[in-house]
């Protein structure tokens, strides 16, 4: 067996003349691809649009960083939590249910997705019906905005609460001060004329309230702000296994294949 030297242009006038080879396998690649395609379906992605941003003015006490966002992050990242926490994804199965949709949620949660860019949040929702992952990108939107607003409520409560118990805390014992006719006559002040047993009740109980308000906030804080910002629209175009771009795929991977068999072919018989 001796060395033989490759020619290109020697393989490709050979390839040129098995041309009915290299046809074979491509028909075989296309008909591989369209199979593919009758066992998986294209799929539509939906997505819907959520805004999140923190509203500086109500929060003076954090200071807008330009070169480090990681308390800009950690603050919508706890709402971020919320859009995807199972409290908002089994309200949207619940009322997909309730609606007359019969989907396996456990499966058919794997179908979500979710991105962010800088103040959006895209929920992105594929599924074999582009009406139906519309509706469930949109209902997710809505369930995750009204979890928002909810804890958002209790976060507001919560600093409300807050500065309540500030001010009952600054509060002096009133002096007790008798008229001649025996009429009180302590002066009126914000803490009102609470005796300091009466005004340490009303601590403890703002500051159990502060505990619920608090924990109902799911970690949110006043400053934060949501909007929906924009429902799906109906994918027209498949995002995965488009018929089209599968069967050109599998033309394609044939016509290689045909090409590397008529070369390996060549070579073995000028050996």
Same mark, same amino acid.
């Given at each position: 067996?001796?060395?033989?030297?490759?020619?290109?242009?020697?393989?490709?006038?050979?390839?040129?003349?098995? @041309? @009915?080879?290299?046809?074979?396998?491509?028909?075989? +690649?296309?008909?591989?691809?369209?199979?593919?395609?009758?066992?998986?379906?294209?799929?539509?992605?939906?997505?819907?649009? *959520?805004?999140? #941003?923190?509203?500086?003015?109500?929060?003076?006490?954090?200071?807008?960083?330009?070169?480090?966002?990681?308390?800009?992050?950690? /603050?919508?990242?706890?709402?971020?939590? !919320? !859009?995807?926490?199972?409290?908002?994804?089994?309200? $949207?199965?619940?009322?997909?249910?309730?609606?007359?949709?019969?989907?396996? @949620?456990?499966?058919? /949660?794997?179908?979500?997705? @979710?991105?962010? %860019?800088?103040?959006?949040?895209?929920?992105? $929702?594929?599924?074999?019906?582009?009406?139906?992952?519309?509706?469930?990108?949109?209902?997710? =939107?809505?369930?995750?905005?009204?979890?928002?607003?909810?804890?958002?409520?209790?976060?507001?409560?919560?600093?409300?609460?807050?500065?309540?118990? =500030?001010?009952?805390?600054?509060?002096?014992?009133?002096?007790?001060?008798?008229?001649?006719? +025996?009429?009180?006559?302590?002066?009126?002040?914000?803490?009102?004329?609470?005796?300091?047993?009466?005004?340490?009740?009303?601590?403890? #109980?703002?500051?159990?309230?502060?505990?619920?308000? #608090?924990?109902?906030?799911?970690?949110?804080?006043?400053?934060?702000?949501?909007?929906? +910002?924009? %429902? =799906?629209? /109906?994918?027209?175009?498949?995002?995965?296994?488009?018929?089209? *771009?599968?069967?050109?795929?599998?033309?394609?991977?044939?016509?290689?294949?045909? /090409? !590397?068999?008529?070369?390996?072919?060549?070579?073995?018989?000028?050996?």
């Amino acid at each position: 067996m001796t060395s033989v030297d490759f020619s290109p242009l020697e393989a490709f006038e050979f390839a040129l003349r098995r @041309w @009915w080879l290299i046809a074979i396998f491509v028909l075989a +690649g296309g008909l591989l691809g369209w199979g593919f395609t009758r066992l998986h379906a294209p799929r539509y992605d939906a997505r819907a649009m *959520l805004v999140i #941003t923190i509203d500086y003015q109500q929060a003076p006490e954090l200071v807008q960083q330009t070169d480090d966002h990681y308390m800009e992050d950690h /603050i919508i990242g706890a709402a971020y939590a !919320v !859009v995807i926490s199972t409290y908002v994804l089994d309200q $949207v199965n619940a009322e997909l249910q309730a609606q007359g949709y019969s989907l396996d @949620w456990k499966k058919y /949660i794997r179908n979500l997705a @979710w991105e962010r %860019k800088r103040s959006e949040f895209w929920l992105r $929702v594929r599924d074999r019906d582009p009406k139906m992952a519309v509706t469930v990108a949109d209902l997710w =939107a809505e369930k995750a905005y009204s979890a928002l607003v909810e804890f958002h409520q209790h976060a507001v409560n919560a600093r409300i609460l807050r500065e309540y118990l =500030a001010a009952l805390s600054a509060c002096p014992p009133p002096p007790e001060i008798e008229s001649p006719d +025996g009429l009180d006559t302590r002066p009126p002040s914000l803490c009102g004329n609470g005796s300091p047993p009466e005004i340490q009740q009303a601590i403890e #109980t703002v500051t159990a309230q502060i505990e619920v308000e #608090t924990a109902g906030s799911n970690a949110l804080i006043p400053a934060l702000a949501f909007s929906l +910002g924009r %429902k =799906a629209d /109906i994918p027209v175009t498949p995002s995965a296994y488009r018929r089209s *771009l599968v069967l050109a795929a599998g033309a394609l991977l044939g016509c290689a294949a045909g /090409i !590397v068999a008529v070369s390996i072919s060549g070579r073995y018989r000028r050996l």
